[in-house]
């Protein structure tokens, strides 16, 4: 079994940064594209951005230039940094996982249970 567990939410100030990672827990053999989505109660979760295992990172306009996506394969562990935050960007981050090989089976679409991050103005 696999599991997605974030952390490193929290409240700052507009302007200010904040970095939230999230952890790949279980028995891996590889794992796929990697990436973050936010959400907004009462609003559809919107992709942040993705990032290959070869680290190649794509973003989406509204973070573009702001946030910044990492990955560390060793640790099985995915990193957002946000600079400049803006109110706007209060959300529930999740963390996503393509795919993922364990010695037991394939899966897809794995989510982790959100950190919120809320910015003030």
């Known amino acids: 079994q696999v599991e997605l567990v974030e952390s490193g939410g929290g409240f700052v100030q507009d302007g200010e940064s904040l970095t939230v990672s999230c952890v790949a827990s279980?028995?891996?053999?590889?794992?796929?594209?990697m990436g973050w989505y936010r959400q907004v109660p009462g609003k559809q979760r919107e992709l942040v951005g993705t990032?290959?295992?070869?680290?190649?990172?794509d973003y989406a306009d509204a973070v573009k230039g702001r946030f910044t996506i990492s990955r560390d394969n060793a640790k099985n562990t995915v990193y957002l940094q946000m600079n400049s935050l803006k109110p706007e960007d209060t959300a529930v981050y999740y963390c996503y996982v393509e795919s993922v090989i364990t010695p037991r089976e394939r899966l897809r679409d794995v989510w982790g249970q959100g950190t919120l991050v809320t910015v003030s103005s």
């Open positions: 990032i290959t295992g070869g680290h190649s990172a």
């Open positions: 279980g028995v891996i053999y590889s794992i796929g594209a």
